[in-house]
């Protein structure tokens, strides 16, 4: 999972530098306690961006549906966020979000001096390139194919387009992720 704010840049100039600790801070924090909640590892924060995975160190037989599940409660709490947000005439957050399942290795990498517990692999790499596609889409949240299909009967998508994103020679297949198919949609 990767998430990042739309347009943070230009929020930032808007804000001094402890506005927007205070902000991005608030939004860190719910967004990290959501993916807690559903047992997701935080991998990091890369200013605004939140990168998490599911299944590991311990197998999870449904982590394709809990990072579904984790990116809607993410959007959820977001518009909720907005509305203390605008209440209080602080700017509005809004953030895209790419999930990705497939092979990957898990463990500390890094350097002799530093190591960091993370994940690397191609599938990986595609859900980074999701989670920057939304933009072009006018989408929230984007998954690839496997994801899909790992989570299909719990998830409620549509069909975006074949994708062809940077360093994969074949085109890959992409849905937006709508709801719970116990939420429905209007």
Not at 9 to 22: A, F, H, R, Y
Not at 159 to 165: F, M
Request: glycine share 8%; hydrophobic share 40%.
């Amino acid at each position: 999972l990767f998430s990042d704010v739309a347009g943070f840049t230009t929020i930032s100039e808007q804000l001094s530098p402890e506005e927007l600790v205070k902000l991005l801070n608030e939004y860190l924090t719910e967004m990290t306690r959501i993916v807690l909640d559903y047992q997701g590892v935080l991998d990091k924060y890369e200013g605004d961006a939140v990168m998490a995975f599911f299944g590991a160190p311990m197998e999870m037989p449904d982590h394709a549906l809990r990072a579904c599940h984790v990116s809607l409660d993410m959007q959820k709490a977001l518009i909720k966020l907005r509305d203390k947000w605008r209440e209080e005439k602080r700017p509005e957050l809004r953030a895209r979000i790419g999930l990705n399942s497939g092979p990957m290795i898990v463990g500390n990498m890094g350097s002799e001096e530093r190591l960091d517990y993370t994940v690397m692999g191609d599938a990986v790499n595609l859900a980074s390139r999701l989670e920057g596609a939304n933009k072009e889409y006018g989408t929230y949240i984007m998954i690839g194919q496997l994801t899909y299909d790992l989570a299909k009967e719990g998830i409620i998508s549509r069909q975006l387009d074949l994708l062809r994103v940077k360093g994969k020679k074949e085109p890959v297949k992409v849905f937006e992720l709508l709801a719970r198919i116990e939420d429905g949609i209007p």
